[in-house]
C-alpha cells in the first residue's frame, strides 16, 4: 500500500463521504425518536414524563383550571368530573390544579438543587483533582464532615429558621438541600476528573504548556461533562423526593401547594371521603422521580456506556 | 494499614468538629441573623432567639427573657457560647433543654435505643432480603422474576416510603378496620407490646435501603458473572448453585459494603419521618418537636449524635474495604 493511498482526509473531504438525509428535518426528527422508542422504551416512557412535567410546572398559571389556593366549602369531597379533573379536597380547593402548583415547586427546588450543587461540585471536583497537597487535605476534611450531616434534619431546621424569619422557605430549602448534595457530587466529579487527568491528551495540552485553568476549562471539563449531565439528571428526583418528606412532616413551604403536604395532617383524616387526595399527590410524586430515573438510566447509556449499570 | 487507620480516624475527628462549627453557625449567627431583620449587631440575634425559647406571656417581662437565655447560656457572646458548649461536651455533658429544663442525656438515654433498634434492624432486614434478591435478578437476567423484582425495586425508590405508610395504614383501617398499634412500650418493659408497635416502621423504613440494595446488588453481580474466574470455576465442573454462591456473591457483596454509610442518612431520615407518623419515642420524634420549639441546646446536641453515628459508620466502612481490598489503602 503506498502513501498516497491511505492518506488521511481532510474534514469536508469526510464529511462528504457521510450520505445526506434528504427527508425534511421533523420526519429525520420523528424516526430518531422512534428508534429511541424501540431500542429503551423505559427511557423514551421517562422521557415523556419527564416533558409533561416540565411542560405543566413551566405554564402552571396558564394551565390551572381553578385557584389552587381558593377554598370553597361548599363544593368540599367533590368526585371527580370533567369540572374537577381529580376532584376537590377537604376545603373545596381543586385538586387538579394543586398538583399543577405542586410540579411548580418540585421543578423548582429540583432544578434550584441540581445547578446549585452542580456548579459548586463541579469547581470544587475538578480544582480537588488538581490543586495541591494542601488542598487535597482540605477537601478530604470539608467532604469527609460534608457527608456526615443529616441532611432531612438540617432541612426541617434551615425551613424552620426561614418561616421564622419570613425568608423565603423555597430558598432556604434550595440552599440548604444544596449544601448537604454537593459533597457527595464533588467526591465523584473528582474521581472522574483525576481519571481524565491521567489520559494522554491532557499530558499533550500540558506539555506544550497549557495552563492549568486552561486545562481544566478545557479538557478536563469536557470530559466529565456527559457524567455531570447524568448524574444532574439521577439527582434532581432526589430532590424533588426530599422537598415531599420535608412538607409531609410539616415543614415545607407554609401556604404553597407541595407534593408532599397535600396527604399530610388535616387531610389524613379526610381520606375516607375524597380518597384522591392520597392517590393523586402520591402518583405524580412517584410517577415524575421514576420518569426521570429512567431518563436519567438511558441518558447515561447514551452519553457514558462505560458507566452502564452502576446504580 | 495502621497507618491507613490512623489517618482515616484524624481526618473523622477533624470532621466531626467541623460538624460541630457548622451546626453552631446555623443555630447561634446564620438564624438569629434572619430572624432578627438582618442585624449586624450579636446582641440583637440574642434577643430574637428569645422570642422561640420565651413562652408568650413571659415576653413582655425582659427579667423573665433575660433568666430563660441566662440558663441556657443563650446572654454570652457567641464564641464564649460555642466554647462553654464544646468545653461541655467534652466532659459528656450535652446541656439541657430550655423548654422543659431535662437534660439532653436523659432522653437520649431512653430515645437513642430506641431509634437505635429500628434503624439497625431495618438495615439487617433490608440487607437480608435484598441482597439475595439482587442477586437473584442477576442470574435469571431478562426473565420474568428479574422484571418482576427490579420492577418493585424501582417503584419503591421513587414512590415515597411515607406515602405507602400512609397507603397501608388507610386502606388497612378501611378494608379489615385494623390500626398500627402506638402504645409504646420499652423491649425491656413490654418485649411483646414492644414488637407489635414496632415492627412497621420498621418494614417501612427498610423499603427504601432495600431498593438500593437490589439495584446495585443486581449490577455488581452481573459484572462479577462475566469474569474469568466464574468461567474457571464451571468449567473445572463446580455446581451451579456453588458458582453463584460461593464465588460470585461473596465477591459482588464487597462493593456493597460501601453502600452502608450511603444508606445510614436514609435510616435516619426515615427514623425522622416515622417515629412522627407512629409518635414513636425516639430521637427523630425528639428533634423534629425541638425544631418546632426552637430548643438550641436539644437541636444542636441531637443534629451532632446523629453525624457521630454517620460519621462513625464512614469510617467503619472505609476501614472494613481498605482491609477487603488492599490497593484502597496506598491510594
Known amino acids: ?311 | 494499614m495502621t497507618a491507613y487507620i490512623v489517618r482515616r480516624a484524624i481526618l473523622t475527628l477533624i470532621s466531626i468538629w467541623m460538624v460541630t462549627v457548622l451546626i453552631f453557625l446555623l443555630l447561634h449567627v446564620i438564624g438569629p441573623f434572619f430572624i432578627s431583620d438582618r442585624s449586624l449587631d450579636p446582641n440583637d440575634w440574642t434577643e430574637s432567639i428569645s422570642y422561640f425559647l420565651v413562652p408568650e406571656e413571659q415576653l413582655a417581662d425582659p427579667e423573665m427573657v433575660r433568666q430563660t437565655l441566662a440558663r441556657a447560656g443563650l446572654d454570652k457572646p457567641i464564641l464564649e457560647r460555642y466554647l462553654s458548649w464544646a468545653g461541655n461536651l467534652l466532659q459528656g455533658d450535652l446541656g439541657s433543654s430550655v423548654l422543659s429544663e431535662r437534660p439532653v442525656w436523659d432522653e437520649l438515654k431512653w430515645r437513642l435505643p430506641v431509634s437505635v433498634e429500628l434503624g439497625l434492624i431495618a438495615l439487617v432486614l433490608s440487607a437480608v432480603t435484598a441482597v439475595p434478591l439482587g442477586a437473584l435478578t442477576a442470574v435469571k437476567q431478562d426473565t420474568s422474576v428479574d422484571y418482576t423484582v427490579r420492577g418493585y425495586a424501582i417503584a419503591l425508590s421513587a414512590f415515597p416510603n411515607f406515602w405507602i405508610a400512609t397507603l397501608v395504614v388507610e386502606y388497612a383501617s378501611k378494608w379489615w378496620r385494623w390500626a398500627p398499634d402506638i402504645r409504646f412500650e420499652h423491649l425491656w418493659v413490654d418485649p411483646v407490646q414492644h414488637f407489635s408497635v414496632m415492627w412497621l416502621p420498621v418494614v417501612l423504613i427498610a423499603l427504601t435501603p432495600g431498593s438500593v440494595f437490589v439495584r446495585y446488588m443486581r449490577a455488581t453481580m452481573l459484572e462479577v458473572l462475566r469474569q474469568d474466574y466464574i468461567r474457571t470455576a464451571r468449567s473445572k465442573g463446580v455446581v451451579e448453585r456453588m458458582v453463584i454462591i460461593r464465588h460470585a456473591m461473596r465477591n459482588a457483596m464487597i462493593p456493597v459494603v460501601t453502600l452502608f454509610g450511603l444508606v445510614v442518612p436514609i435510616l435516619i431520615a426515615g427514623n425522622v419521618i416515622f417515629e412522627r407518623f407512629f409518635t414513636l419515642p425516639g430521637m427523630g420524634k425528639y428533634i423534629v418537636d425541638a425544631v418546632g420549639d426552637f430548643d438550641i441546646p436539644v437541636i444542636q446536641s441531637v443534629v451532632l449524635v446523629f453525624a457521630l453515628i454517620i460519621s462513625i459508620t464512614n469510617f467503619l466502612v472505609d476501614l472494613s474495604y481498605a482491609w477487603i481490598d488492599p490497593r484502597i489503602r496506598y491510594s
Do not use: C
Request: no cysteine.
Open chain 1, 1 to 311: 500500500m503506498s502513501e498516497q493511498e491511505t492518506a488521511p482526509l481532510t474534514e469536508e473531504e469526510f464529511y462528504e463521504l457521510i450520505p445526506e438525509d434528504s427527508r425534511p428535518w421533523i420526519q429525520q426528527k420523528l424516526s430518531g425518536m422512534g428508534r429511541f422508542a424501540v431500542r429503551r422504551p423505559l427511557g423514551f416512557f421517562g422521557g415523556v414524563i419527564v416533558v409533561i412535567f416540565l411542560t405543566i410546572a413551566v405554564f402552571s398559571p396558564w394551565l390551572v383550571p381553578f385557584d389552587p389556593y381558593k377554598q370553597s366549602l361548599g363544593d368540599r369531597f367533590l368526585s371527580p368530573s370533567w369540572t374537577h379533573l381529580v376532584g376537590t379536597d377537604y376545603v373545596g380547593r381543586d385538586i387538579a390544579s394543586r398538583l399543577i402548583y405542586g410540579a411548580r415547586l418540585s421543578l423548582f427546588v429540583g432544578m434550584g438543587t441540581v445547578l446549585l450543587s452542580g456548579v459548586a461540585g463541579t469547581v470544587m471536583g475538578i480544582m480537588w483533582a488538581y490543586l495541591g497537597k494542601t488542598f487535597d487535605s482540605f477537601m478530604s476534611m470539608m467532604v469527609t464532615a460534608g457527608l456526615a450531616l443529616p441532611d432531612l434534619v438540617l432541612l426541617i431546621i434551615a425551613a424552620q429558621i426561614a418561616r421564622q424569619a419570613g425568608v423565603s422557605e423555597i430558598i432556604a430549602i434550595v440552599v440548604t438541600l444544596s449544601f448537604t448534595r454537593m459533597w457527595g457530587v464533588t467526591r465523584i466529579y473528582r474521581s472522574a476528573a483525576l481519571e481524565v487527568r491521567s489520559r494522554p491528551f491532557v499530558e499533550a495540552a500540558e506539555s506544550y504548556g497549557a495552563n492549568s485553568v486552561r486545562v481544566m476549562s478545557r479538557h478536563v471539563l469536557p470530559n466529565i461533562l456527559p457524567l455531570i449531565i447524568v448524574s444532574s439528571t439521577l439527582a434532581l428526583p432526589n430532590a424533588i423526593l426530599a422537598e415531599a418528606a420535608l412538607s409531609f412532616l410539616g415543614f415545607g413551604p407554609a401556604g404553597e401547594p407541595s407534593w408532599g403536604q397535600m396527604f399530610a395532617g388535616e387531610a389524613r383524616e379526610y381520606f375516607r371521603r375524597q380518597i384522591w387526595m392520597l392517590w393523586a399527590p402520591g402518583l405524580a410524586i412517584g410517577l415524575t422521580v421514576m420518569g426521570f430515573n429512567f431518563w436519567g438510566d438511558a441518558m447515561r447509556d447514551l452519553l457514558d456506556p462505560r458507566l452502564r449499570g452502576t446504580t
